[in-house]
């Protein structure tokens, strides 16, 4: 019999504290929208768990009256995973109380944290031990390392260490039914069967609950050389990613590109942004070359001479100090609240072949300028990764609505030229809602069935994040 409001309250509160249970819809509120104010929906009560015990037995009890309950930890997800819909029949379960950091071992190169700690605590936590943890988003103030893990985040620094998945060697998650599976090994060899820690890192709270994770610690690079650099078209981007790679190997930390628009537009609207090139060019990339060595600057400085010689870079800024580079990262990282001035943009987070970047470009550009004249193409990102944020945002003087009312039409294209080319419809953001009804249409219908059979296995009645990612009746 289903629980009263009352019942399920005073459950909870014997649970995790009174404390901790949140029911008030003022005291909900931050927790059932995103900080954009989109995917909002309503819950019948938040909780806020202070350890793996007590997310153990909330899961177990939601398993036995069929709550269903969306993990959140920073809230910072952009596609609709972490908040609940509309219906309010739902739990959140925040993780931001799990917030320790139980171990930093700078001898094994690693670090056992809580699922609550933020990416930018896990940080400055491997930097006190002279360590990198070389994950890196704009969002680290307040993601979290369960947010991360559970969305397989990626950021700027794929490119040299991988994405969240390559950074985690072990885990610890509440099974829905409750069970913990302790999977918290710190070895860099272990052959005992299968891996089912990565069966967990990108399932967005569908298949269980992290609490805590081994993570890599890595070297922390003793130089480090930032250059803005202006060029002529993608092309000659990847030809430099090429001669940076030859020359630095997986020193070659970040290579973000930026169309001209995209300068244009975060030096019109955010103070204190300027253009650090003499001369407009048509295309940037900021790249990161990090080293050793004290002669890593000549280095760096020499490589891009050698290219500006071959005609490939027309020009190049190098940061000398710290302030410097902040203010180069500056454009790059600016450029989200700078296209919010220019009217509606529609985004999308896709991932193709590296070699296939230019030509996707170019194909969707025309595609888009046929079906909207006018229409502003921002593809900018990890170019790096081939993962680029393909947004377009509105033509000049258009109405905002009638511009975001072609959401779909756009989308199609972008999708289309993706697919075309084997990429990925979502590089890095994962699917939540947004994309759910999208991933069933371009992925492997095997892969699928397989994806809806584990969820089936590990989440037999549905309480775990339902609705978002797959559907798995
Ligand atoms: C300004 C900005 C820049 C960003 N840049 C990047 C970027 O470069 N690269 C990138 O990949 N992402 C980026 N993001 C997206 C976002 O920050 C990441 O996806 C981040 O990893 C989410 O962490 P979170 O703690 O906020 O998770 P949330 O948003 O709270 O949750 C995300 C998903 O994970 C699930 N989840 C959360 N915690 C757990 C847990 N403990 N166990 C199981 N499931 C859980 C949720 O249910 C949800 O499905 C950016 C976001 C912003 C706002």
């Known amino acids: 019999m289903a629980l009263s409001d009352q019942e399920l309250f005073l459950h909870l509160a014997a649970l995790i504290g009174e404390t901790h249970v949140l029911t008030r819809p003022d005291d909900m509120a931050p927790f059932c929208k995103e900080w954009r104010g989109l995917f909002p929906g309503r819950a019948r009560a938040v909780v806020r768990p202070a350890n793996t015990a007590e997310v153990s037995a909330l899961l177990q009890f939601c398993n036995t009256h069929r709550i269903p309950i969306v993990p959140q930890g ?19 379960l925040s993780l931001q109380r799990m917030n320790h950091i139980r171990d930093v071992d700078p001898l094994s190169d690693t670090m056992v944290v809580e699922a609550g700690v933020t990416l930018f605590a896990a940080q400055e936590a491997a930097e006190k031990v002279d360590r990198l943890f070389p994950l890196s988003l704009a969002s680290e103030g307040s993601c979290t390392i369960g947010g991360n893990l559970a969305s397989n985040a990626g950021g700027t620094a794929v490119l040299a260490y991988g994405n969240a998945r390559e950074l985690t060697m072990g885990l610890e998650v509440v ?51 930032t250059v803005f650099a202006g060029l002529a078209s993608p092309s000659a981007a990847l030809a430099l990613l090429n001669h940076l790679k030859a020359d630095f190997g997986a020193g070659v930390t970040t290579f973000e590109l930026l169309p001209r628009i995209a300068l244009d537009m975060v030096c019109d609207h955010i103070t204190g942004n300027r253009d650090p090139l003499v001369t407009r060019h048509d295309w940037y990339v900021l790249a990161e070359i990090s080293g050793a060595d004290e002669s890593l600057s000549e280095r760096v400085t020499a490589s891009f001479a050698a290219m500006i010689e071959e005609g490939v870079v027309a020009d190049a800024a190098i940061a000398l100090s710290l302030d410097q580079r902040m203010a180069l990262w500056r454009l790059r990282e600016t450029l989200p609240e700078a296209q919010g001035h220019e009217g509606g943009s529609i985004k999308h987070d896709i991932a193709v072949p590296l070699a296939s970047v230019p030509q996707l470009i170019d194909d969707v550009c025309t595609r888009v300028e046929k079906l909207v004249p006018g229409a502003r193409p921002v593809p900018f990102g990890h170019l790096g990764d081939g993962n680029l944020h393909f947004n377009i945002t509105q033509p000049k003087g258009m109405e905002r609505a009638a511009f975001m009312a072609l959401w779909d039409d756009i989308g199609a294209i972008v999708y289309d ?37 584990l969820k089936r296995m590990l989440d037999p009645h549905g309480i775990l994040n339902p609705g978002k990612v797959i559907d798995a009746p």
């Open 74 to 92: 920073g809230n910072t997800g952009l596609v609709g995973g972490q908040t609940p819909w509309d219906k309010g029949d739902e739990i959140v």
């Open 175 to 225: 099974l829905a039914d409750g069970r913990v599976m302790d999977l918290l090994g710190r070895l860099r060899k272990d052959n005992t069967g299968y891996d089912l820690k990565n069966m967990f890192i990108g399932s967005e709270g569908t298949l269980g609950v992290i609490t805590a994770a081994v993570l890599k610690l890595y070297p922390r690079p003793r130089a480090q050389v």
């Open 417 to 453: 030229e993706t697919v075309k080319r084997r990429g990925s419809i979502s590089a890095e953001h994962g699917i939540g809602r947004l994309k759910k009804k999208l991933l069933r249409e371009v992925k492997d219908p095997v892969a699928l069935d397989v994806m809806a059979g």
